[in-house]
C-alpha cells in the first residue's frame, strides 16, 4: 500500500489497481513501480535533471536553476505543493511549470529537499541545518503530510546537536545571514544568542575586576558575526549578569576587527553598512564610565564623523570622551574635519585639517563635569592632566596654516588659570603657531602671547624665548626678567639645600661662607644692571614712538645692546657659580688633608 495525499487528506490505493483509475480532478495517481524515484541529480548547464527510468513532469525553477522532477514524491511530503495546481503547465514558455521566488536557502539547498523527497540520503550538518529547516517550513513538509518528514528532522538535529555545542551554535547563527526573514520567526537566531550567551555565563564565573584571558575566549568567534547579530548576543550576555567590563572589552575588541583595515574608498551601500556598524556599536557601549577606553572612544568618534553618523549619538559619544577625557593623548584628538565623499561647501572657505570644533565641545563636556565634581567635594582633580593635553593638540594644530587665531586662542583659554602649572607646553604651541603664520600682525602676536605667562615658564624656556625674534619685545622683556628671577631663586636653593646637611659638614660650609657672600653681592649688581636696561627700554621706546618709525636703527642697535648685556650678566653669573662650586671642592679637599 502507498499513502496518496489528496485535496489534503490521506488516503491508501492498491498497487495492483488499475493504472487508468480515474480520481477526483486534484489527485496524483501513484505509479505501480517503485523504481520510479530517481537513483540521483544530474546537473547539464542550469538545470538538474533527476536520473530514473520514467521521465520527469514537473520543472520547478529556483533562482537561475531549473529542476526537472516527478510530481509525486514531492506532493507527497510537500504541503506547499500539494496545494498548487500542477496539471496544467502555466509556464511553458518561460522553460518551467513552477517558480520558487525566495526561497530560503536558494537552489542548493532545495537540491538537497529534493533529494530527501526521493528517498535519497542527506546530510545534516550545522551549515545546513538553519537553511534546510527555513526550505523545509517553506514547502510546509509537516509530520501531517508524512511521519518522520523533514520540519522534525531538522528541528531535533538543531536543538539536540547543533545547540550543544559552542562552535556549531556559532556556525548555525552565521548561516542565518541569508535566511532572513525565516531564521527570525522560526526563532533560530534567538535561540543561538540565547545559548551563546548561557555558554558564556557558565564559563565565566569570575567576580573580579581584572579581566583574565580566560574571560576572553570567545570574543574572537562573536567578532565574526553580523553586527545585529552581534548585538543580539551582547544584548543576551547581559542579561545573564555578566560583568560591564568584559562587554565593554568585547564591543572593542569586534569594534578592532571590524574597522582595521577598512579601504575609505567605498560605495554608498559600503558606507551605509559602515555607519549602521558604527551607530550599532555606540548604541550598545556600557554606561559604566571606565569599561570602554578613551582610545577607543575618539576612534569610534572618528568613524562616526567620517561616515556622517547619527547627530545625537555623536553628541553623546563627545560626553562620554569628556568622562575619561585625561587618558587620552594629543594623537587620539586628531579628527578629520569633513566625511567620506563630502567635499568643501564653499570653495573660497578654507578648511583646517583637523574638526577643532569638536574638541572645543569635548574640553567644555569636561571642564562641566569636574566643576560638578569639586562641588560633590572630590578633592582629587584631573585638570593638570588635561593642560598637557590640550597643550600638546595646540602644538599639532598649529602647524595647520588656516586654523584662525581665533579657535586657538579661544582652546587656549578655555582651561582656567592655575590648571597650567608649567606654561613650557603652551609656549611650545604658540611658537609653533607663530612659525606656522608669519604673516600675523603685532597686535595679533601681543594678543596671542597674553595667553602665555613667562613666570611660569622653565629656565630652560625662558632661555629659549629670551632669543626668540618671533615674539613681541614686551614678551621677550616680561621673561628676561623671569630669567634672573629664576636663576636667582636657582642659586639661593642650593644655597638652602647646603645649609640641610649633616653637622659634620659645618667646616666645609664655614669656609665658604665668604664665597656665598660675594655671590650674594654680584646678584645686587645684576638687578641694578637690569634697571638699568629697564630704563633703556623706556627710552627707546619713547625715542621709537617721537621717529614714528623713521629712525628704527637708533632703537634696533639699542635693543641689541641691552640684549647683548643680558647674556653677558647671565654669562658672568654662570661663570661665578662654577667658579663658587670649584672653590667649593678645594676647600674639602684641602680640609680632608688637613
Not at 81 to 108: A, C, R, T, V, W
Not at 465 to 491: D, F, G, H, T, Y
Not at 533 to 562: C, I, P, V
Request: charged content about 25%; overall charge negative; aromatic content about 8%.
Amino acid at each position: 500500500m502507498q499513502k496518496l495525499i489528496l485535496d489534503g487528506q490521506e488516503d491508501t490505493i492498491d498497487d495492483e489497481s488499475d493504472e487508468s483509475n480515474q480520481v477526483n480532478d486534484q489527485s496524483i495517481v501513484v505509479p505501480t513501480m517503485l523504481n520510479a524515484a530517481a537513483d540521483g541529480f544530474v546537473k547539464k548547464e542550469k538545470s538538474w535533471f533527476a536520473t530514473s527510468q520514467l521521465p520527469s513532469d514537473l520543472s520547478i525553477r529556483v533562482e537561475d536553476i531549473t529542476f526537472y522532477v516527478h510530481k509525486y514524491p514531492l506532493v507527497a511530503r510537500c504541503g506547499y505543493l500539494n496545494q498548487i495546481e500542477l496539471h496544467e503547465p502555466q509556464n511553458s514558455h518561460l522553460g518551467y511549470d513552477l517558480k520558487l521566488e525566495k526561497f530560503s536557502g536558494g537552489s542548493e539547498t532545495f537540491e538537497t529537499i529534493l533529494k530527501f523527497c526521493y528517498g535519497l540520503p542527506i546530510s545534516l550538518n550545522p551549515t545546513n541545518v538553519a537553511a534546510l529547516r527555513c526550505g523545509s517550513e517553506f514547502l510546509e513538509m509537516t509530520e501531517a503530510m508524512e511521519e518522520g518528514n523533514l520540519i522534525s528532522k531538522t528541528e531535533a538535529f538543531f536543538t539536540f546537536v547543533a545547540l550543544t555545542s559552542w562552535n556549531d551554535t556559532i556556525t548555525v547563527i552565521k548561516s542565518c545571514e541569508t535566511l532572513s526573514p525565516w531564521a527570525e520567526n522560526l526563532q533560530i537566531v534567538r535561540r543561538c544568542c540565547d545559548s551563546i550567551a548561557w555558554k558564556i555565563f557558565r564559563e565565566n564565573s569570575s567576580t573580579g575586576d581584572i579581566i583574565t584571558n580566560e574571560e576572553k575566549w570567545w570574543f574572537d568567534d562573536v567578532a565574526t558575526l553580523r553586527i545585529d547579530f552581534f548585538l543580539r548576543v551582547i544584548t543576551a550576555v547581559r542579561v545573564k549578569g555578566i560583568k560591564p567590563e568584559i562587554t565593554g572589552s568585547c564591543i572593542m575588541n569586534y569594534g578592532d576587527n571590524i574597522t582595521s583595515g577598512r579601504n575609505r574608498e567605498m560605495s554608498n551601500g559600503q558606507n551605509k553598512e559602515q555607519r549602521t556598524i558604527i551607530e550599532s556599536l555606540i548604541s550598545i557601549l556600557p554606561p559604566q564610565k571606565e569599561t570602554v577606553s578613551c582610545k577607543f572612544l575618539l576612534k569610534l568618534l572618528k568613524l562616526s564623523i567620517v561616515y556622517a553618523a547619527s547627530p545625537a549619538l555623536i553628541f553623546e559619544l563627545e560626553k562620554r570622551i569628556a568622562m575619561v577625557l585625561e587618558n587620552a593623548s594629543a594623537n587620539d584628538l586628531l579628527i578629520p574635519t569633513y566625511a567620506v565623499g563630502e567635499q568643501t561647501l564653499n570653495s573660497n572657505e578654507e578648511q583646517t585639517i583637523h574638526n577643532i570644533d569638536v574638541v572645543q565641545r569635548i574640553l567644555d563636556y569636561f571642564l562641566m563635569y569636574e566643576q560638578q565634581r569639586l562641588q560633590q567635594q572630590e578633592l582629587k582633580s584631573t585638570t593638570l592632566n588635561i593642560s598637557k593635553l590640550v597643550d600638546s593638540y595646540l602644538a599639532e594644530i598649529a602647524r595647520d596654516p588656516n586654523v584662525s587665531i581665533t579657535k586657538f586662542q579661544v582652546l587656549a583659554e578655555s582651561l582656567p588659570r592655575h590648571a597650567r602649572t608649567c606654561h613650557d607646553g603652551l609656549y611650545r604651541a604658540i611658537d609653533t603657531y607663530l612659525k606656522t603664520h608669519p604673516s600675523l600682525s603685532e597686535h595679533d602676536r601681543r594678543r596671542l602671547c597674553k595667553i602665555m605667562d613667562g613666570g611660569k615658564l622653565s629656565l630652560d624656556g625662558c632661555m629659549h624665548a629670551a632669543q626668540n625674534e618671533r615674539l613681541p619685545l614686551r614678551i621677550v622683556i616680561q621673561v628676561l626678567l623671569s630669567e634672573q628671577v629664576k636663576m636667582r631663586a636657582a642659586v639661593q636653593g642650593k644655597d638652602i639645600t647646603g645649609s640641610d646637611d649633616n653637622s659634620d659638614k659645618e667646616n666645609c660650609w664655614s669656609s665658604t661662607k665668604n664665597e656665598v657672600k660675594s655671590l650674594r653681592e654680584e646678584l645686587e649688581n645684576v638687578k641694578m644692571q637690569m634697571a638699568e636696561l629697564q630704563r633703556d627700554y623706556s627710552e627707546l621706546q619713547q625715542e621709537y614712538e617721537k621717529a614714528n618709525n623713521k629712525h628704527r636703527s637708533s632703537w634696533t642697535s639699542g635693543w641689541r645692546k641691552m640684549k647683548k648685556s643680558a647674556h653677558f650678566i647671565r654669562k658672568m653669573v654662570e661663570d661665578e657659580t662654577q667658579g663658587r662650586k670649584h672653590r667649593v671642592k678645594s676647600g674639602r679637599r684641602r680640609q680632608s688633608i688637613s
